[in-house]
T-cell receptor, first 114, second 111 residues
């Protein structure tokens, strides 16, 4: 069964450093998403990406965040200057063009900012 | 803004018991997902529903669109069912398909 692949599975970084979280969505999917889950809290929407541009973003997704699909297969989330409160599990997801069927999550990247 | 509420927040059961987890949402949707999250953190999709009822093995999911309510049932529960169960709603329309999540129900099944 097709999978969404995320790397790394765990990343530890120092406050103020830049991090890039990587995702390889399912190949025929057209919508891509990043979500995050702070420990003990709900999963929250960060951003959706379609047709090579951001289609929607939450208030969490401020100027320190950016997304890119540099080569038609990878989908990346960059956090420019990490803060302690960015520590969370970050999930990538993708889905095919029509409706909600086939919505698939990656296994997540646990980001720890120290 | 859609509010998604799950109940109960914590559920403890003995092996073999019938389990029900409920999910209510405040704004009309086009679909609802039931997801499972194990201690390692990964999320797995169990069901996607837009109406009626779906069954997969010991898992049954129902949705009532008019009442904005869905339930996930587990028959003959087993310790390996222990996980966090999350409902997430898909608004469709111009929302570009983002999901809004409930807070999750922590299920523990004892042998």
């Amino acid at each position: 069964e097709p999978e969404v692949t995320q790397t790394p599975s765990h990343q530890v970084t120092q406050m103020g450093q830049e991090v890039i979280l990587r995702c390889v969505p399912i190949s025929n999917h057209l919508y891509f998403y990043w979500y995050r889950q702070i420990l003990g809290q709900k999963v929250e929407f960060l951003v959706s990406f379609y047709n090579n541009e951001i289609s929607e973003k939450s208030e969490i997704f401020d100027d320190q965040f950016s997304v890119e699909r540099p080569d038609g297969s990878n989908f990346t989330l960059k956090i420019r200057s990490t803060k302690l409160e960015d520590s969370a599990m970050y999930f990538c997801a993708s889905r095919p063009p029509l409706g909600a069927y086939g919505y698939t999550f990656g296994s997540g990247t646990r980001l720890t900012v120290v | 803004k859609n509010e998604v509420e799950q109940s109960p927040q914590n559920l403890t059961a003995q092996e073999g018991e019938f389990i029900t987890i409920n999910c209510s949402y405040s704004v009309g949707i086009s679909a609802l997902h039931w997801l499972q999250q194990h201690p390692g953190g990964g999320i797995v999709s169990l069901f996607m529903l837009s109406s009626g009822k779906k069954k997969h093995g010991r898992l049954i999911a129902t949705i009532n669109i008019q009442e904005k309510h869905s339930s996930l049932h587990i028959t003959a529960s087993h310790p390996r069912d222990s996980a966090v169960y999350i409902c997430a709603v898909f608004a469709g329309g111009t929302s570009y398909g983002k999901l809004t999540f409930g807070q999750g129900t922590i299920l523990t099944v004892h042998p």
